[in-house]
């Protein structure tokens, strides 16, 4: 079986919350095909600066079992991109796996799928979703969060060790081993490791 990986890119996301993730999953070749998705297809600036192209538009994006969601200094705006987050509402719903990096998670939560549920986000940045959506069960000390189908990350890099446990789950260990030694990656297999919860003193 070949997933379909959808991969959200919106005007200032963050470079590493994609493309972390994304050198996971494109390395399981025949198992996952990624494809990227904006508001139009064309190239997206990055918040780094760096240009990257959607290869679809909201309107002729094929049908996704995987989403993932970036973060980044434009997720503020995008959370009122109507028409985005209606989108992400949607084919949320009917994806079998959904995943957020860093304040990507404010994203998903605009949906209201979130409503009820355990996430987290970046610790550096945590106030924001926790006091914009608060039907949300914040978790303020997580590397990532599984609710159902639902995977919520903490900062950029989080995003690597989040994919690598969804790959353990839908691949298995094993596989999701290899993927980590194989790019020479420090897997932190633990959900709840995380030391930046104390850095921005929110344990």
Same mark, same amino acid.
């Given at each position: ?34 494809? $990227? ?114 995977? $919520? ?51």
């Amino acid at each position: 079986m070949t997933r379909t990986l959808g991969v959200v890119l919106y005007p200032d996301f963050e470079l590493l919350d994609n493309f972390g993730p994304m050198e996971m999953f494109g390395n399981m070749q025949g198992a996952v095909e990624m494809v $990227t998705v904006a508001s139009e297809s064309g190239l997206v600036k990055s918040a780094q600066g760096t240009r990257v192209h959607a290869e679809h538009g909201l309107d002729d994006c094929p049908k996704l079992d995987m989403i993932l969601v970036p973060g980044g200094m434009g997720t503020r705006a995008a959370v009122d991109d109507v028409r985005l987050v209606d989108w992400l509402r949607r084919r949320s719903n009917d994806a079998e796996i959904v995943m957020t990096v860093c304040t990507g998670s404010g994203l998903l939560a605009q949906t209201g799928l979130l409503d009820g549920r355990r996430a987290t986000t970046n610790k550096a940045f945590f106030t924001w979703p926790e006091t914009t959506w608060p039907k949300v069960n914040w978790v303020r000390e997580a590397r990532w969060v599984e609710e159902g189908k639902y995977w $919520t990350s903490s900062g950029v890099s989080a995003g690597i060790d989040m994919a690598l446990a969804v790959i353990a789950r839908i691949a298995g260990q094993e596989i999701a081993e290899l993927l980590a030694t194989g790019t020479e990656y420090e897997w932190h297999r633990d959900a709840a490791w995380d030391p930046f919860a104390r850095v921005h003193n929110l344990v």
